[in-house]
């Protein structure tokens, strides 16, 4: 009885070691690859895997940190990001990845917003992407974004405007029109990131100062007929 107990303990050791293991290695390689596509500090709080109608993946408070010379609170918060694999073994293809319960922070410094260096890093990113990606990349079906909030930090000089707090509604999009697309982990960060600030952004655009609404106009650029073509709403 002693034996089984102790093999038993064993066991557990081993399979809480090797749980730890890859939930680090899901960690890493998510604050990698959004650190690469938004060129600023990302962090992943903590991994739990679970079970939902099949299996899942939670990363729980995910901090995108703010540009250099801005606050030290974070620009993105999420709460949770549910991954849905598409099978039981993981070969890089997703049913569905919900970002729920994320707040963005908009920030102006010196005249400049805080979210302008993030869409400079994911042009930077999407020109390098233009190659086909090869059969090793990720698939992704669906994304969603879900219990959104949007906050506006501008200063008194802006009014009411300039302390803008505001619930999103949710959006759910899927990438491709002729069906999911295989990128690699980088380009993925970046194509979600880039959907998440501009439809959020477009959420909000009537509440903004003209002249916040001008500056992300230029540095959004062309978005809105490529976000169009690459995204679909369900």
Excluded: C
């Excluded at 920030?107 to 990113?125: I, Q, T, W």
């Excluded at 219990?147 to 999009?173: E, I, K, N, V, Y």
């Amino acid at each position: 009885m002693r034996i089984v107990l102790i093999g038993l303990v064993l066991i557990a050791i081993v399979a809480g070691a090797s749980g730890y293991y890859v939930n680090s290695r899901i960690a890493v390689a998510v604050e990698s690859s959004a650190t690469r596509a938004l060129a600023t500090g990302v962090r992943v709080g903590d991994v739990r895997p679970g079970w939902d109608a099949g299996p899942i993946v939670t990363l729980r408070d995910v901090v995108v940190d703010n540009p250099e010379g801005f606050s030290d609170e974070a620009a993105i918060h999420i709460a949770r990001v549910h991954l849905r694999p598409s099978g039981w073994y993981p070969d890089g293809r997703f049913d569905r990845i919900t970002l729920d319960g994320f707040t963005l922070r908009l920030e102006k410094r010196r005249g400049a917003m805080n979210f302008l260096p993030f869409f400079s890093a994911l042009d930077r990113v999407h020109r390098r992407a233009d190659a086909p990606a090869s059969g090793e990349g990720i698939r992704i079906a669906h994304v969603a974004f879900e219990g959104g909030h949007f906050t506006s930090h501008l200063g008194p000089a802006h009014g009411r405007a300039g302390l803008l707090d505001r619930g999103l509604q949710p959006m759910r999009f899927a990438p491709g029109e002729e069906g999911p697309v295989r990128h690699d982990r980088v380009h993925w960060s970046a194509r979600i990131a880039d959907g998440l600030l501009f439809h959020s952004l477009a959420a909000v655009r009537g509440d903004l100062p003209p002249v916040i609404v001008q500056q992300l106009d230029v540095a959004i650029g062309d978005r809105p007929d490529a976000l169009a073509a690459d995204w679909r709403t369900e």
